[in-house]
C-alpha cells in the first residue's frame, strides 16, 4: 500500500481482556516500530523489527505486552490481561533500511486504546 | 537517555504569521525528524535533517548538530497548519529507536 496502514483505528476493552493492533508496514520497508503515545504526550518506543527478528523489546512496560512479525512483513501487537493504564494511541512505523540506523521512519494513523 | 526538549510548548498565530519552533537535544544524534500530528492524530513527516538545511514551501528547516539544536520555520501560517510538531531524535548507540519531544501545540486563527 502507499502508507503505513493499522487496524482497528479505535478499540474499547474491558479490564482483564486480551486485545491485539494489526500493523500493516510499506511494503518492502525493513523495520518496522511500535510506539506508545499517552495524552498530550510524544510517542514513546516499545519495541522493533528488523524483518522477523524482534531486536529491540526494552520499551515493552511490562510482560503483558507481546509483539511479533513472523513473515517478516505485517506485525501484532498483543496486550493480555488489558489494565487501564494501557489507554493509549498505539503506533506503528516502518523504514526502508535497518542495519545502518539512518532509516526515515513513517507512520501510521494509530490505534486508540481505551480499556473500562 | 538522550533529552529532547521542544519550545514553546503553545503558540497561537494569527493565519499569516510567521513561527520559529526549536528543538534542543543533550547528546549527539544519527538522525533528526520534524513530524506534524493533525488533530486526527496522524503524524506528518516534515522533513529528515540530521544536519543542514531543507525547505519545503512554507515550511523549513535547519539542524545544527554540533551545537545541538534544530529549527522549525513555518511562513505565512495557515488554519490548516494546527497541530503538534514533533521533534524526534535517533542515536545510534540507543538502536533504531526515535526518541522525542513533548511537542510544539500550534493554533493557528483565521
Known amino acids: 500500500g502507499a502508507g503505513v496502514s493499522q487496524s482497528p483505528r479505535y478499540k474499547v476493552a474491558k479490564r482483564g481482556q486480551d486485545v491485539a493492533l494489526r500493523c500493516d508496514p510499506i511494503s518492502g520497508h525493513v523495520s518496522l516500530f511500535w510506539y506508545q503515545q499517552a495524552l498530550g504526550q510524544g510517542p514513546e518506543f516499545l519495541t522493533y523489527f528488523q524483518n522477523e527478528a524482534q531486536l529491540d523489546k526494552s520499551g515493552l512496560p511490562s510482560d503483558r505486552f507481546f509483539a511479533e512479525r513472523p513473515e517478516g512483513s505485517v506485525s501484532t501487537l498483543k496486550i493480555q490481561r488489558t489494565q487501564k493504564e494501557d489507554s493509549a494511541v498505539y503506533l506503528c512505523?516502518?523504514?526502508?533500511?535497518?542495519?545502518?540506523?539512518?532509516?526515515?521512519?513513517?507512520f501510521g494513523p494509530g490505534t486508540r486504546l481505551t480499556v473500562l | 537517555g538522550i533529552q529532547v526538549e521542544q519550545s514553546p510548548p503553545d503558540l497561537i498565530l494569527q493565519e499569516g504569521a510567521n513561527s520559529t519552533l526549536r528543538c534542543n537535544f543533550s547528546?549527539?544524534?544519527?538522525?533528526l525528524q520534524w513530524f506534524h500530528q493533525n488533530p486526527w492524530g496522524q503524524l506528518i513527516n516534515l522533513f529528515y535533517i540530521p544536519s543542514g538545511t531543507k525547505q519545503n514551501g512554507r515550511l523549513s528547516a535547519t539542524t545544527v548538530a554540533t551545537e545541538r539544536y534544530s529549527l522549525l520555520y513555518i511562513s505565512s501560517s495557515q488554519t490548516t497548519d494546527s497541530g503538534v510538531y514533533f521533534c524526534a531524535v535517533l542515536q545510534e548507540t540507543s538502536g533504531s529507536r526515535l526518541t522525542f519531544g513533548e511537542g510544539t501545540q500550534l493554533t493557528v486563527n483565521p
Open positions: 512505523a516502518s523504514s526502508l533500511t535497518g542495519w545502518n540506523f539512518l532509516g526515515e521512519q513513517f
Open positions: 547528546d549527539s544524534v544519527n538522525n
